[in-house]
């Protein structure tokens, strides 16, 4: 069975930081491309970050960059995303999701486009005072 957990999530004020977890079970963590989305209230599912399998070459959505760092640790099989300095605007559900990756020349389809990708349960994310 292809499964997806998150984990990590909760409520923080803004400027403080939290670790997402994304640990797969059925496959590989170091052959699949593994992103991070969310989806604040009200609003659609975007992208946030996106970790390839063969070098671990990341990317980052603007809103994020230098605030966020995606990493994999293929011996727990888990992919994580570091949040620092969060911002209200963070407030979301954040999922992870089997994916393409933008900068992958052969595979750039995103799990949003993509009906055979694996996502998630999501874990909820507020950063408020």
């Known amino acids: 069975q292809v499964q997806l957990v998150e984990s990590g999530g909760g409520l923080v004020q803004p400027g403080g930081s939290l670790r997402l977890s994304c640990t797969a079970s059925?496959?590989?963590?170091?052959?699949?491309?593994i992103g991070w989305f969310r989806q604040p209230p009200g609003k659609d599912r975007e992208e946030v970050s996106c970790?390839?399998?063969?070098?671990?070459?990341?990317s980052y959505a603007d809103a994020v960059k230098g605030r966020f760092t995606i990493s994999r640790d293929d011996a727990k099989n888990t992919v994580y995303l570091q949040m620092n300095s969060l911002k209200p605007e963070d407030t979301a559900v954040y999922y992870c999701?089997?994916?393409?990756?933008?900068?992958?020349?052969?595979?750039?389809?995103?799990?949003?486009?993509?009906?055979?990708?694996?996502w998630g349960q999501g874990t909820q994310v507020t950063v408020s005072s």
């Open positions: 999701a089997t994916t393409g990756c933008p900068f992958d020349d052969y595979y750039s389809d995103s799990a949003l486009e993509d009906e055979s990708s694996t």
């Open positions: 059925g496959f590989r963590v170091d052959i699949s491309a």
């Open positions: 970790i390839s399998a063969i070098d671990s070459t990341t």
